[in-house]
Nanobody
Framework: QVQLVESGGGLVQAGDSLRLSCAAS????????MGWFRQAPGKEREFVGS????????DYADSVKGRFTISRDNAKKMVYLQMNSLIPDDTGVFYC??????????????????WGQGTQVTVSS
């Protein structure tokens, strides 16, 4: 079992950068594909990006490609989401998630087994 805790959210202005962190517990963290999702008010949770178990490969939603970068440190049991050039449409609650499926691109929320509680990101114009 894995427990996930996100941090690093906040209120920023358009064009700013922010780095989210996700701390995981459990001895088998390196066996999970990790993903980031976000949910804007009144909208469904949407895929942001995912990273393979080794961290060697990533995939991103088209809306964040070139602006967001996912990385992980298996020794520290951490996953990060570096967000640059933030825009107001990036506003929402950001969740990290863990999946036992070994896949680079894992865009479906139902494919994830564990979720954090989320961290709020608000981008003002």
């Amino acid at each position: 079992q894995v427990q996930l805790v996100e941090s690093g959210g906040g209120l920023v202005q358009a064009g700013d950068s922010l780095r989210l962190s996700c701390a995981a517990s459990g001895r088998t963290f390196s066996m999970y594909t990790m993903g980031w999702f976000r949910q804007a008010p009144g909208k469904e949770r949407e895929f942001v990006g995912s990273i393979t178990r080794s961290g060697g490969s990533t995939d991103y939603a088209d809306s964040v490609k070139g602006r967001f970068t996912i990385s992980r440190d298996n020794a520290k049991k951490m996953v990060y989401l570096q967000m640059n050039s933030l825009i107001p449409d990036d506003t929402g609650v950001f969740y990290c998630a863990a999946s036992g499926i070994d896949r680079r691109s894992l865009k479906e929320a139902r494919g994830y087994d564990y979720w954090g509680q989320g961290t709020q990101v608000t981008v003002s114009s």
